[in-house]
């Protein structure tokens, strides 16, 4: 069935460094791809999206391209700060359902 | 302006009780869903609603009961809460099922001792 599979956490980094979380998803169709962030005791945000293969999503740094022919969302950024601390999901739509992955805990130290 | 919102924010609660918790958005949106959190951040999608109709209805106990008086108000209610009960339940709202990114609510933590 249709899924969304996530690199398993937790991730640890130093400020500035790059970061990279995989994401790959299975769907019958042409599912539209989602990075959703959830900061310490808060619900999830829209972090980025895409709708069409090859399309990029970005925003606040962070980018992830829908690549079709390897069915991937990879979620990156070039130099991570101490307040990208999160739990990152990646998610998708195919039809009439909206599937997380397991979310990937990031901790950025100083 | 809050976009959805939930009601409590903490809930603590004996077993064998009866709570609910209340959504509301005011996005305009069709659709509504609630969601449990598990102490591992694990995401399992309980229900959705489209103005006002059932949707989606996942393997949850009939403990667990969802009620939308009209499509901006998505109420879960719980009967007899057991230990395993606790976790964060979230709200969220999308424009069309199954098309449109979600919006999250702040999330409810309930803990039942």
């Known amino acids: 069935g249709d899924s969304v599979t996530q690199m398993e956490g937790p991730v640890t980094l130093s400020e500035e460094a790059f970061l990279t979380i995989n994401c790959t998803y299975t769907a019958t169709g042409y599912p539209s791809l989602f990075w959703y962030v959830q900061y310490p005791g808060e619900g999830l945000q829209l972090l980025l999206k895409?709708?069409?293969?090859?399309d990029k999503g970005s925003n606040k740094g962070f980018e992830a391209t829908y690549r079709k022919e390897t069915t991937s969302f990879h979620l990156e950024k070039g130099s991570v700060q101490v307040s990208d601390s999160a739990v990152y999901f990646c998610?998708?739509?195919?039809?009439?359902?909206?599937?997380f992955g397991t979310g990937t805990s990031l901790t950025v130290i100083p | 302006d809050t976009a959805v919102s939930q009601t409590p924010k903490y809930l603590v609660t004996q077993m064998g009780n009866d709570k609910s918790i209340k959504c509301e958005q005011n996005?305009?949106?069709?659709?509504m869903y609630w969601y449990k959190q598990d102490s591992k951040k694990f995401l399992k999608i309980m229900f959705s609603?489209?103005?006002?109709?059932?949707?989606i209805n996942e393997t949850v106990p009939n403990r667990f009961s969802p009620k939308s008086p009209d499509k901006a108000h998505l109420n879960l209610h719980i009967n007899s809460l057991e230990l395993g009960d606790s976790a964060v339940y979230f709200c969220?709202?999308?424009?069309?099922?199954?098309?449109?990114?979600?919006?999250f609510g702040p999330g409810t933590r309930l803990t039942v001792l």
């Open positions: 609603y489209n103005n006002k109709e059932l949707i």
């Open positions: 895409a709708t069409k293969a090859d």
């Open positions: 996005l305009g949106h069709d659709t």
């Open positions: 998610a998708q739509i195919t039809g009439n359902q909206f599937y």
């Open positions: 969220a709202s999308s424009r069309l099922a199954g098309r449109d990114e979600q919006f």
